[in-house]
């Protein structure tokens, strides 16, 4: 039965067409294909054998779980570099119109530092509205503080003065955001800390109930209420992590 299971969950992954990439091409193993073939394991698996289907229900959810926290943290890690080069191009654009340079030859310098601002670049190169394509650049995760610099370029750019100076207090303000944003992940990071020792606390209990002669994990994964604690255990615990994370999102005002 569990040979036909795995057949089952490879024939069904092969029939589901994988979603084409950029060059037309089909992806080998798309997600939803896995997906449909973990379906396809775990529905087979609960008429033959109920508590091995319940395992791999369980450990799906501890993957699933596991990949969506490291998801946010790699998600927040990256908006938080895009936040830093936002912040070094503002500070290069400052210091090159200062110099007086020109506003397109300041943009290439900071594009070539920054290759996400090459579209910004290209639009200034073109004759085309420099303020609408730092909005769309401020649309990526971590950027949003170009909307400040496109406000100053669209209203230096109707009065004609200023740009200079508008950029260099919007660079300024950004340092000082930055600076009070480090103070606020410091003081969060306790709290994360915290969310995982509580999170791990739970397996210090496992052990100390092996090491004086009881039997958890026997009766976590032989028992049908040991399955279910289990599954609630982790449930709750992953809700906890994901809860803080949330939370400390809210407050970084980040992803």
Known sequence: MLVAAIAASAAAALLVPGSPSLAGATRPVPLRAMAVGAAGVVALLA???????????????????????????????????????????????????????????????????WPELRPVAEADELGGDVPDALRRLAALPGAGDLRLVAAAWAVSSRSGQGLADSVRRCAEGLRDAQRAQHVVEGELASARATARLVAALPLLALLMGAGAGGSPLGFLFGHP???????????????????IEVIAGDVEGGP
């Open 47 to 113: 008429v033959a054998r109920p508590r091995v289907a319940a395992l791999v229900l369980v450990g799906l959810g501890v993957l699933v779980g596991a990949w969506l926290l490291v998801r946010r943290r790699r998600t927040r890690s990256a908006a938080r570099q895009v936040a830093g080069r936002v912040l070094e191009s503002c500070e290069l654009l400052a210091a090159e119109l200062a110099s007086g340079q020109a506003p397109g030859r300041s943009l290439r310098r900071a594009a070539l530092s």
């Open 225 to 243: 209420l040991g399955l279910a604690c289990l599954a609630g255990g982790l449930l709750f615990g992953f809700a906890g992590l994901w809860w």
